[in-house]
C-alpha cells in the first residue's frame, strides 16, 4: 500500500474512480468526477494535498482539497481548508483506505500551516476522524444556520478560538450542472437508479443544528 501525490497520469483514473464511487450515491448519477475534474486548474485547489492510495500498483482512492475561508463578526478573514470528494473504489471501501487517505492528509495540512478543516458529508463517516458538528465551532454559513452536514477538525486545538465564524467555500463548488451532465455523457454509461442512500442524503442536507 503507498499514498503518494496525484499525477497527470492519473487523473482520468481518479475521475472513474470518484464516479464509480459516487454513482447514484447521493442523487441519480453524480457530479463529483466533473468536479475532479475542474477542480485542478482552479486558483484554490490545493495540489500538495491532493494524494491517491495504491494497492499492488494500481489506485484505487483519492483525496483532494481546496481553499476555503472564515469570516468573523468583525470581517477579518481566516483561510482554511475543505476536502471532497474522498473517493475509493467500490470493492475496496470499508477496508480503511479512506481513512489511511484522510490521516496523510491532516499530518500534510498542518505541516503546509492549515489549522483547520471543514466539510459537507454524513457525520457517521467523519466523526470517527475528529470532526464534529459545525455548531460546536460557532460556524455557520452566511444565512446564519448550522447544517447538520457540516463538520470541522481542528488541526490545531484552539485554532478556532471561540469566535463565531461563518464558512465560504470555494468558488469552484458551485459548478454549472448542465456542463457536468455534459461531460458524464461523454463517458461509459452507467445506470442512474434511486438508492436508499439518496434518502439520507436528502433528509440530512435539509436538516439544521439549533
Known amino acids: 500500500m503507498l ?3 496525484e499525477e497527470t497520469k492519473d487523473y482520468e483514473v481518479v475521475e472513474a474512480i470518484t464516479r464509480k464511487a459516487f454513482y447514484n450515491l447521493y442523487v441519480p448519477g453524480c457530479v463529483e468526477h466533473y468536479l475532479v475534474h475542474i477542480m485542478r486548474q482552479h486558483e484554490d485547489f490545493v495540489p500538495e494535498l491532493d494524494f491517491v492510495v495504491e494497492e499492488d500498483g494500481h489506485v484505487i482512492g483519492n483525496i483532494m482539497y481546496t481553499k476555503a475561508r ?10 482554511i ?6 473517493s475509493v473504489l467500490p470493492e475496496y471501501q ?10 496523510h492528509s491532516f499530518e500534510k495540512a498542518l505541516e503546509l500551516g492549515y489549522d483547520a478543516i ?5 457525520p457517521g463517516n ?22 447538520a452536514a457540516m ?9 478556532l478560538n471561540g469566535r463565531k465564524w461563518i464558512y465560504y467555500n470555494s468558488p469552484v463548488m458551485q459548478m454549472d450542472e448542465k456542463d457536468a451532465q455534459s ?25 439544521y443544528v439549533h
Open 126 to 147: 467523519y466523526v470517527g476522524r475528529g470532526f464534529k458538528s459545525c455548531k460546536k465551532y460557532n460556524i455557520c454559513i452566511d444565512n446564519g444556520t448550522y447544517p
Open 183 to 207: 461531460f458524464d455523457d461523454a463517458l461509459e454509461k452507467m445506470e442512474k437508479r434511486y438508492e436508499p442512500s439518496q434518502e439520507e442524503f436528502y433528509i440530512l442536507s435539509n436538516s
Open 3 to 5: 499514498i503518494r501525490n
Open 151 to 159: 463538520m470541522v477538525k481542528e488541526l490545531k486545538a484552539g485554532a
Open 70 to 79: 472564515l469570516v468573523d463578526e468583525a470581517k477579518k478573514e481566516k483561510q
Open 118 to 122: 471543514v466539510i459537507f458529508g454524513i
Open 81 to 86: 481548508l475543505t476536502f471532497g470528494p474522498v
Open 94 to 103: 470499508r477496508m480503511g483506505y479512506g481513512k489511511m487517505l484522510m490521516e
